[in-house]
């Protein structure tokens, strides 16, 4: 399924759109970066969906590119390849909306008793998001492992640097979000 299938699913289903919004944290309806980012490969950025504090997901890669992953940019100059491509990044959104925590070494039993203090529902609701898209949802260690894996492919040719207005990049890139672990 391209990015471009999984997006339409999502916007075509208001139900679907809501729960990624909440637990998940994944709005498309929030497409605006902070800022304008470039590669250093020059692959192009397409942002996809946004998050409350302020970060946005891109699928890096035009239609046709061999390799579509999808960048995590945070609001406050961090950044992260999450996922091989949009359709493995909602998967591991539902199963884990907490996946920024869960990479960075957070157990996934004590972020999901704290989530479903707010969201009694929280396992039907990962299996709607996944059943609609035809996802499987995978385990805490397979999260772990594909984000890890795909993680440690950011530097150097995926860590997004800023644009100034005239187009000229900052001196400095993002700073990677899981600097210490991957």
């Known amino acids: ?14 139900e679907l759109a809501r729960l990624l919004v909440f637990p998940g944290d994944f709005d498309t309806a929030k497409r605006d ?61 539902a199963a884990f909306p907490y996946w920024q925590d869960l990479g960075a070494g957070h157990p996934a039993s004590e972020m999901d008793e704290d989530l479903a203090e707010d969201q009694e529902d929280l396992d039907e609701l990962r299996q709607r998001v996944v059943t609609v898209l035809g996802a499987d949802l995978p385990t805490e260690e397979e999260a772990l492992a594909r984000l890890a894996s795909v993680a440690a492919l950011t530097a150097p040719d995926y860590r997004p640097t800023a644009v100034e207005p005239d187009g000229t990049p900052y001196p400095a890139p993002y700073d990677l979000l899981f600097h210490d672990r991957y």
């Open 33 to 93: 970066p902070v800022e304008e980012l470039t590669l250093p490969i020059g692959v192009s950025l397409h942002p996809v969906a946004g998050c409350g504090a302020g970060g946005t997901y891109f699928v890096c890669g035009g239609p046709g590119s061999a390799w579509r992953p999808v960048l995590y940019a945070g609001s406050e100059g961090t950044a992260t390849l999450m996922a091989d491509n949009l359709l493995e990044a909602v998967a591991l959104i």
């Open 1 to 14: 399924m391209t990015p471009e299938d999984v997006l339409r699913r999502i916007e075509e289903d208001r």
